[in-house]
C-alpha cells in the first residue's frame, strides 16, 4: 500500500471515529456543558425565572452567609454526612465480612440486602413512614408493648426527624455497597491468612494487619461515592418531611429546590447550587490527595 492510500484510509479512519464521537460529544455539550455555564451566569443575576436577568455579581453569594436558613441547611448537611457515611461503611463492612464466608444460604441473604437499593427512595420513603408513625406505627406500638411510655416522634420530631432518615438510608444503601467490599475481599489472597494463622496472629490481627489495609482502595471508593451520595440528599426528606418539621430536616439541595422553583429566585438558587458543587469537589479533591498515604496499592 502506497503513502497515498495509506493517508486517504487514515482520513477514513479518522472521520469514522469522529463520526462515532459526535452524538456523545453534543449530548454532553447540549445538556452538560452549557447548562453548567449558564447556572453560572444566572448564579450572578436576579434572574426569577421569568423576564430580564439583572446581572448582580456576586452579591448572591454574600447572601447565603447572612441567610439563616441556608446556615442551618448546610449545618444539618454536615451532620447527616458526618453519621451516614461512616454508619454505612461499618455495616457494609460487617456484611460483607459475615456473607464473606461459607455460610447456608448466603446467596439469598446477599439478595435480601440488597433488594433495597432496587427500589424507590419514593416508594421506600412511603413504607417507612408507615413504619415509624409516631402514634399506631409497628415500632412505636413495639416500644409501648415492652413497657416504653414516652416513644420517639420519628418523622415527627425537631430532635430525632434527621436521624430517622439517616436509618433508612443507612438501611437502603448498605446493601449496595456490601457488594462492592465483597469484591474487594474476593480479590485479598488466602495464602497471607494462613500465613499469619501458621504466625500466630489472631482474627482480630489478621483484620487489622491484612484484611483492613487489602480494603483500602475499595474503603476509599465508598467513602467517595457516600459522600457524595450525602450531599445530594433530597428524595427521602422531600418525600417524608419536606424539610420540617420547622427546619430541622432543611439540606442544600432542598434549598435550591425551595429557593429556585418554590419561591421563584433562580438565580440565589444556583448560587447556592455552585456552593454545594465547590464543598463536593474541594472535599472530593482532599480524600483522593490523602489516599496517597493510606490506599495500598
Not at 486517504?8 to 472521520?15: F, S
Not at 439478595?111 to 432496587?118: H, R, W
Request: hydrophobic share 50%.
Amino acid at each position: 500500500m502506497n503513502k497515498k492510500k495509506r493517508n486517504k484510509l487514515a482520513r477514513r479512519e479518522w472521520l469514522a471515529g469522529i463520526c462515532f464521537l459526535l452524538p456523545n460529544f453534543l449530548g454532553f455539550l447540549i445538556f452538560t456543558a452549557l447548562p453548567v455555564v449558564m447556572g453560572f451566569y444566572i448564579s450572578l443575576t436576579d434572574y426569577s425565572g421569568f423576564g430580564k436577568m439583572n446581572f448582580v455579581g456576586f452579591s448572591n453569594y454574600v447572601k447565603m452567609f447572612k441567610d439563616s436558613s441556608f446556615l442551618i441547611a448546610l449545618q444539618n448537611n454536615l451532620v447527616y454526612t458526618l453519621t451516614t457515611v461512616p454508619l454505612t461503611l461499618i455495616f457494609s463492612l460487617l456484611l460483607a465480612l459475615m456473607l464473606n464466608r461459607k455460610l447456608y444460604g448466603g446467596h439469598i441473604f446477599q439478595t435480601l440486602f440488597f433488594f433495597p437499593n432496587l427500589t424507590s427512595m419514593v416508594a421506600i420513603g412511603c413504607v417507612w413512614l408507615q413504619i415509624f408513625e409516631s402514634k399506631n406505627g409497628p415500632v412505636n406500638q413495639l416500644l409501648r408493648n415492652i413497657g416504653i411510655s414516652d416513644v420517639p416522634k420519628w418523622f415527627w420530631g425537631t430532635s430525632t426527624a434527621l436521624f430517622t432518615i439517616v436509618i433508612v438510608v443507612v438501611w437502603k444503601q448498605v446493601g449496595y455497597y456490601m457488594i462492592m467490599f465483597m469484591g474487594g475481599l474476593k480479590n485479598i489472597n488466602p495464602e497471607l491468612y494462613e500465613a499469619a494463622k501458621i504466625d500466630g496472629a489472631n482474627a482480630w490481627k489478621a483484620f487489622l494487619h491484612i484484611t483492613w489495609p487489602m480494603l483500602s482502595p475499595t474503603t476509599f471508593m465508598v467513602t467517595i461515592l457516600t459522600f457524595i451520595a450525602s450531599f445530594q440528599v433530597f428524595d427521602i426528606i422531600n418525600v417524608t418531611t419536606e424539610g420540617g418539621p420547622g427546619r430541622s430536616t432543611q439540606v442544600l439541595v432542598m434549598r435550591i429546590y425551595q429557593e429556585a422553583f418554590k419561591y421563584g429566585r433562580m438565580g440565589y438558587g444556583s448560587a447556592i447550587g455552585y456552593f454545594l458543587f465547590m464543598i463536593i469537589f474541594i472535599i472530593t479533591a482532599i480524600q483522593w490527595y490523602g489516599q496517597r498515604k493510606w490506599v495500598v496499592e
